[in-house]
């Protein structure tokens, strides 16, 4: 299958700090690329998405000033989550699909594990 | 967007077919039913996707009713390495989106 990738792998940062997530799809281009996070022992919670070459299509409660999305390229989305505090802390996952339609299933990343201390 | 139903936790001997079910009574009739499972502290890994025909691929096998309600992800020959949370996603006719319920907790078993 399709390799998606995402730097850092672990990130600890202070609070009130921003981090910046990546998300790459290594070997196919991607025309949709999402952003999830999950809490311990929780189910994968859809913050956002978003489309090569437009604004990110935020999920209902997830604040869009706080979580800045930018996918600038057919491979490359980055999360930025801005003035972190330590109920940001969590595993953040991206996945990415090239192509329309329910045919094409998404890959996901390895997750990015973010603790603000 | 069509709900599923998934037992919470599951166990299996290694060797043995593990079944793992999902209900999805109110899918409606263009909707694809796929199957993700994450392994702990890693992303989540495809498995299948199905709409109304049986589909098989290396991995596993997917049984769909044919009223479309309910389905089965099969793992033929279970190892310890299968012990991950699976879930079953019905994918809404006009999204991208994939919408995670909270899965079965498959624990494979020496």
């Known amino acids: 299958g399709a390799v998606v990738s995402q730097h850092p792998s672990r990130v600890i940062c202070k609070s009130g700090t921003s981090v910046k997530i990546e998300c790459r799809s290594l070997?196919?281009?991607?025309?949709?690329m999402f952003w999830y996070r999950q809490f311990p022992k929780k189910s994968l919670m859809l913050m956002a998405t978003?489309?090569?070459?437009?604004?990110?299509?935020?999920e209902q409660g997830v604040e869009k000033d706080k979580f800045l999305i930018n996918h600038a390229s057919l491979t490359l989305s980055t999360l930025t989550v801005t003035s972190a505090h330590p109920e940001d802390s969590s595993f953040y996952i991206c996945?990415?699909?090239?192509?329309?339609?329910?045919?094409?299933?998404?890959?996901f990343g390895p997750g990015t594990r973010l603790t603000v201390l | 967007d069509a709900k599923t139903t998934q037992p919470t936790s599951m166990d299996c001997a290694e060797g043995r077919a593990a079944n793992l079910p999902c209900n999805h009574s109110?899918?409606?009739?263009?909707?694809?039913v796929y199957w993700y499972r994450q392994i702990h502290s890693q992303g989540p890994q495809y498995i299948i996707h199905?709409?109304?025909n049986n589909e098989t691929n290396e991995m596993a096998s997917l049984i769909i009713t044919e009223d479309r309600k309910s389905s089965t992800l099969i793992l033929p020959h279970a190892t310890l390495r299968d012990t991950a949370v699976y879930y079953c996603?019905?994918?809404?006719?006009?999204?991208?989106?994939?919408?995670f319920g909270t899965g079965t907790r498959l624990q494979v078993f020496p």
């Open positions: 109110t899918i409606s009739g263009n909707e694809y």
């Open positions: 996603i019905v994918r809404p006719l006009n999204t991208d989106k994939l919408i």
């Open positions: 978003s489309n090569e070459g437009s604004k990110a299509t935020y």
């Open positions: 070997d196919f281009q991607a025309t949709t």
């Open positions: 996945s990415a699909r090239s192509g329309r339609g329910s045919y094409n299933e998404q890959f």
């Open positions: 199905g709409l109304k």
